[in-house]
């Protein structure tokens, strides 16, 4: 019913789901300390999903979407209404491919990323979809930086709106590989726009057909 917080684990994990099938719902914030947090820890298929409706903020530790495999074809599903800002702490899913977020909210949300590492080898992925009717500010924030860089996806979803403030445009805010989860998307029926402090590039994932573009920069904008 309120916010959940973790301050530390020690050397332990906490889980909402540690080896099997559920769902958890957040109508506060998830806050997070240090320590290490998981949906779920579990090399079994399971199919587990998360409801947030506030805000995720993470100033340390270590945060799994998923700290399991899940065999390969289980799935964590968060679905966030609120904003994500994560500083200072690590980020990563054991599961490549069926482990993501989901910004879910029919209105504005923000994702801030300050000095963020992602788990090295199989646990890099980190997928993020923005969902229909969902607009996404990503600032200058840049998701999936090295130097252990993401190999997840980042997928705009059709009805989705994503805004970049970043100079180089979105390819500025996306470096994550997209290697995982079948690649980085950028709908043709979803919104764009850009509204950086300074001149921006559009970056090379502007797709060439969309549904509207809005420029809010007076700096000016280069179709790349």
């Known amino acids: 019913g309120g916010n959940v917080t973790l301050v530390t684990s020690n050397t332990g994990r906490f889980y909402f789901m540690a080896s099997q099938s559920g769902s958890t719902t957040i109508m506060g914030n998830m806050i997070m300390q240090g320590g290490n947090f998981g949906v779920n820890g579990t090399g079994s298929v399971t199919n587990d999903t998360v409801i947030c409706y506030g805000n995720i903020v993470f ?12 065999g390969g ?17 690590t980020s990563q899913s054991s599961n ?27 646990g890099s992925p980190v997928n993020y979809d923005v ?18 860089s993401s ?18 445009g979105l390819n500025g805010n996306i470096t994550s590989t997209g290697a995982q989860a079948g690649g980085n998307f950028f709908s043709t029926s979803a919104n764009y726009g850009f509204n950086g ?15 509207k573009l809005t420029i809010t920069n007076s700096s000016g904008v280069t179709l790349s």
């Not at 100033?59 to 899940?70: D, E, H, K, L, Y």
């Not at 190999?151 to 994503?162: D, E, K, P, Q």
């Open 59 to 70: 100033t340390g530790g270590n945060f799994a979407v998923s700290r399991g495999s899940q």
């Open 73 to 89: 074809t289980g799935t964590t599903t968060w679905y966030q209404y609120g904003d994500i800002s994560l500083s200072n702490c």
């Open 96 to 122: 490549p491919t069926g482990g993501k977020f989901v910004f879910a909210k029919q209105g504005v949300q923000t994702l801030t990323l300050s000095n963020v590492t992602y788990g090295s080898g199989a």
């Open 131 to 148: 969902g229909s009717g969902s607009t996404l500010m990503l600032g200058t924030s840049t998701l999936g930086t090295a130097p252990n």
């Open 151 to 168: 190999t997840g996806s980042f997928r705009v979803l059709s009805g989705a709106t994503v805004y970049s403030g970043h100079p180089d």
């Open 197 to 211: 402090s300074v001149a921006q590039a559009t970056g090379l994932f502007l797709p060439d057909t969309l549904l």
